[in-house]
């Protein structure tokens, strides 16, 4: 899915992995210059209720305390930038 980045200007790509080691499993590919892992505070809004439409708001989702762990690389075939979300509640 193609989604604006967090900043609010460019689009990178967004992409929901089904696997077993996270409740939700989000990565992100592309490239701007601030940059594709997004500060915690922000990421419900950017990429949890697009992908996880079982929240109604992010109070609902906060109160779960979830763990975020993020995994940046780079992709040296396609030159872009590579962050794997993974959400645990």
Known sequence: MRIKHWQGYGIINAFRIKDRSATLHIQVKGNHEYGIECPTHIVYDWLVRRFDKSFDSQSEW????????????????????VCDYYFYY
């Open 62 to 81: 906060e109160k779960r305390y979830p763990k975020i762990e993020t995994k940046s690389s780079y992709d040296y075939e396609k030159h872009e930038d």
